[in-house]
């Protein structure tokens, strides 16, 4: 017996341009481009999205579309299995995975819906609030621009843990790092938690110099600090420092977040919803993290990971990406305060309590 059928799926791209320059290590942007895929069922809608080229779009129109249309919208778990055997041949990782992403993440807002529960009582909450620590801190801000940002954290928002950007020019300007190092410690106080995040912008041994070099400003997080695919390279980064070595963003499947598990390359799994699968593949890279006592921390996107961070048990933190959070705001209507360093998921609202904004036609990216 099945339940109520999905009638359409359809994709908007929007392109929001940063208020500023940004930069890390290893890229730079102007702009950032989110594929929206709304799912309807007998007049209910259900909202997805990835951060990603057009070309998530148009897989999702190309491949996904069709195999969602009247599939169970109860069913989410099996629509997602239907979906991931259709991309066999464009690969799941990359744009194919965010758009698989994209999609699940619409489909449980949906089922949320149609059963008239927001989604992280459906999910099953472990957690009242979220604890998030704000992140940007872009190699391209001045000293001014920084230290503003921060204090928007730390005293206006009372987000007790903070992260910046390194490793600028691919680790090439080792100095500067340290400047902004000691910057943000002396900016933020004794008090508050200093992250950093090298994008994989270093070598194995550069990373540790660097970070010994930083011990006064007492860093407690090192996320990416050589590739995330050098699990040999993290591992030892990981048995040199005393801080907490973080990766996992670019993970699209259980068997990428088991492997960098089982080398014992991370003190915290890094899950991205948007990119390894949706809420269906992030409930289960979470329980591949807790098989190692692992806990696990959500890349970016704070909107669409609280709910499901909400109901995940060895959930440490979310990340409030400056990028992200503005996009969202702009892009959405049902955000959610940081203020006191937690989300809180609204309860009144079902799903995951977000709905496109009129704000976002001006956005809108004609394909």
């Known amino acids: ?8 799926v359809r994709t908007t791209v929007y392109t929001v341009p940063t208020d500023l320059p940004e930069a890390d290590g290893t890229a730079s942007w102007t702009s950032t481009t989110v594929s929206v895929v709304t799912i309807a069922c007998d007049g209910v809608t259900g909202i997805g999205w990835t951060y990603g080229p057009t070309g998530c779009a148009s897989v999702v129109d190309d491949i996904l579309a069709e195999i969602v249309v009247g599939r169970d919208a109860l069913g989410v778990p099996g629509t997602w299995c239907a979906m991931q055997r259709a991309l066999r041949n464009a690969t799941r990782a990359g744009v194919a995975g965010y758009a698989l992403s994209a999609v699940d993440v619409a489909g449980w807002d949906l089922k949320a819906k149609l059963v008239g529960l927001p989604l992280a009582a459906l999910f099953g909450r472990v957690h009242d609030t979220v604890p998030v620590y704000g992140s940007g801190g872009f190699t391209t801000y001045t000293p001014d621009q920084l230290s503003e940002q921060l204090r928007t954290w730390v005293v206006d928002q009372a987000i007790p843990r903070v992260k910046i950007k390194i490793a600028q020019d691919w680790g090439g300007n080792e ?6 190092i000691t910057l943000a410690r002396d900016v933020v106080g004794p008090d508050c938690e200093v992250y950093v995040d090298a994008n994989g912008g270093y070598q194995v041994k550069q990373a540790i110099r660097l970070l010994r070099a930083a011990a006064s400003s007492n860093v407690t997080w090192f996320e990416e600090p050589v590739s995330s695919n050098d699990l040999a390279g993290l591992r ?7 801080c907490d070595v973080a990766a996992g963003e670019y993970g699209s499947d259980i068997c990428y977040f088991q492997r960098m598990c089982s080398a014992g390359a991370v003190d915290c799994l890094q899950i991205d919803a948007t990119r390894c699968g949706g809420y269906t593949e992030w409930l289960r890279a979470a329980a591949v993290a807790a098989s190692h006592e692992l806990q696990v921390s959500g890349h970016c996107a704070p909107h669409l990971h609280a709910p499901v961070a909400a109901a995940t048990a060895n959930l440490r933190h979310l990340e409030w990406f400056h990028d992200h959070v503005r996009v969202e705001k702009l892009l959405f209507d049902g955000t959610l305060d940081p203020t006191g360093g937690y989300l809180t998921p609204d309860t009144g609202r079902l799903g995951h309590g977000l709905t496109v904004s009129d704000r976002a036609q001006s956005y809108r990216v004609a394909r």
């Open 236 to 242: 030892t980064i990981r048995s040199a420092v005393d």
């Open 175 to 180: 100095a500067r790092d340290l400047e902004r």
């Open 1 to 8: 017996m099945t339940g109520p059928t999905i009638d359409t």
